[in-house]
T-cell receptor, first 112, second 112 residues
Framework: SQKIEQNSEALNIQEGKTATLTCNYT??????LQWYRQDPGRGPVFLLL?????KEKRKERLKVTFDTTLKQSLFHITASQPADSATYLC???????????FGKGTMLLVSP | DGGITQSPKYLFRKEGQNVTLSCEQN?????MYWYRQDPGQGLRLIYY???????QKGDIAEGYSVSREKKESFPLTVTSAQKNPTAFYLC???????????FGSGTRLTVV
């Protein structure tokens, strides 16, 4: 069956370091992958999209990689700040369908 | 400002009652979605609509109903047939899923 896996354990890092979050998937052929940020009690906020034919995408301090051979996406936040503390969700989309399938998310905690 | 509005933010329902959650968007988006989020779970798709007067079941549609009479509005009814309705409900919209979803701030439904 189709599966999206994100680390269920929270990631704790110090301010200024690079945070790296992982999204693995099985039995999928995604056309694109998206990352969202979710704060407690709020709706997710779209951050980045990367397509299957793209290796890497950047936006300010954010970087996403997409390896369709490894079936994995990595999400990096450089020079992390306490304000980056949140849960980060990855979501996969397939060609021809408008719906996304979401992972359970990984909580990131950045300490001063 | 363009956005997507969910109401109410908190909703309490007695067992056996139907309740309707409101979702309105002024983004001129064609597609709208309802997701359910439970603690430790990813977002699960309940229903979605890509055009007015048309909608499709998602992965967990049983016990729910929707309507899409206007482009701006996509209300969700949680019926008494839904066995475990206590959850955080999220509405989203998009002009094209390649560009990411815009989410509302959610409705937390509790059965008392």
């Amino acid at each position: 069956s189709q599966k999206i896996e994100q680390n269920s354990e929270a990631l704790n890092i110090q301010e200024g370091k690079t945070a790296t979050l992982t999204c693995n998937y099985t039995n999928y052929s995604p056309a694109y992958l998206q990352w969202y940020r979710q704060d407690p009690g709020r709706g997710p906020v779209f951050l980045l999209l990367i397509r299957e034919n793209e290796k890497e995408k950047r936006k300010e301090r954010l970087k996403v990689t997409f390896d369709t051979t490894l079936k994995q996406s990595l999400f990096h936040i450089t020079a992390s700040q306490p304000a980056d503390s949140a849960t980060y969700l990855c979501a996969l989309g397939t060609a021809g369908y408008s719906t996304l399938t979401f992972g359970k998310g990984t909580m990131l905690l950045v300490s001063p | 400002d363009g956005g997507i509005t969910q109401s109410p933010k908190y909703l309490f329902r007695k067992e056996g009652q139907n309740v309707t959650l409101s979702c309105e968007q002024n983004l001129n988006h064609d597609a709208m979605y309802w997701y359910r989020q439970d603690p430790g779970q990813g977002l699960r798709l309940i229903y979605y609509s890509q055009i007015v007067n048309d909608f499709q079941k998602g992965d967990i549609a049983e016990g729910y109903s929707v309507s899409r009479e206007k482009k701006e509005s996509f209300p969700l009814t949680v019926t008494s047939a839904q066995k475990n309705p206590t959850a955080f409900y999220l509405c989203a919209s998009t002009s094209d899923s390649h560009y990411g979803y815009t989410f509302g701030s959610g409705t937390r439904l509790t059965v008392v």
